[in-house]
């Protein structure tokens, strides 16, 4: 077996597992949704996201973590329950959040330029006839620098590669100036360079008071980055400090499959990568 946990150098130093949280960005409480027709997608979901840190989610293709995304922005109406941000319900949080999506749901053939794409993170209500502002020109050239990404901010989207698209994904959510960052598998895809230096940007963010929750597959960044995981397949099977959370036990019923009895979180992290799990 290829013991990958040394493979991924963090790109920060998760917090102590015995810190005292200063309040929370996100609580869902007892939340379950699905759509029409069909059962719960997700049922009787409980997770917490702390101002100033990053939460890892964690599970398998399946397990209802967009839905659980959805649910949480209020792009589906959840069938019980209910989601706080910053201890107000979403619909009168909006612009406190800022979601970045899958790459796959972007249609990078539209003809617009970088700018443009991160200047639509700008947008707080509706506004048909309205102009940009120099402050929110302003925020968005802010946010391409923070992402390395000023120099092409005049290129068309679709020109960019994978891991330049992703930087604009995130340069958008910066540029919302929003306080609670979810992001939909930011990562998938990317080689370990890229991953490091989206850490680095994301640690910046929580540091300066974000919340941020990330839904991943990428185990090695959550153990090594993360300050929290949360292991979810239609519910929490455990949440709390990552090196706590992420045993053989815990990830063997996340992702229902058999893994060696293996007593620290990296190697049960290589046991799941030797099966094919990304």
Request: charged share 25%; glycine share 8%.
């Amino acid at each position: 077996m290829a013991d990958v946990s040394h493979a991924h150098v963090p790109a920060r130093e998760p917090l102590a597992p015995e810190h005292e949280h200063g309040g929370y960005a996100l609580v869902v409480r007892d939340l379950s949704a699905g759509y029409p027709g069909y059962p719960p997608a997700i049922e009787g979901v409980n997770l917490r996201v702390p101002v100033g840190e990053l939460v890892g989610l964690i599970g398998p293709n399946g397990a209802g973590k967009s839905t659980l995304f959805k649910a949480m922005l209020g792009l589906i109406r959840p069938q019980h329950g209910e989601v706080l941000a910053f201890g107000r319900p979403v619909a009168r949080a909006r612009s406190d959040i800022a979601y970045m999506p899958q790459i796959e749901e972007v249609d990078w053939d539209f003809p617009v330029s970088v700018f443009d794409v991160v200047l639509m993170g700008r947008y707080r209500q509706v506004r048909p006839f309205g102009r940009w502002s120099k402050d929110d020109r302003a925020a968005a050239m802010d946010a391409l620098e923070r992402v390395h990404l000023a120099r092409m901010a005049h290129r068309q989207v679709g020109q960019l590669s994978g891991g330049q698209r992703r930087r604009v994904l995130m340069a958008r959510a910066i540029a919302r100036g929003a306080r609670l960052l979810l992001l939909d598998e930011p990562f998938a895809g990317l080689d370990a360079g890229v991953q490091h230096d989206l850490v680095r940007i994301l640690d910046e963010l929580a540091n300066e008071g974000r919340g941020i929750l990330i839904a991943t597959h990428d185990l090695t960044c959550v153990a090594n980055s993360c300050d929290e995981a949360i292991c979810f397949n239609r519910r929490v099977i455990a949440a709390g400090p990552s090196a706590e959370v992420l045993t053989a036990e815990v990830l063997t019923e996340t992702f229902q499959r058999h893994l060696l009895t293996i007593p620290d979180a990296a190697a049960a992290i290589a046991a799941v990568a030797a099966t094919g799990e990304d």
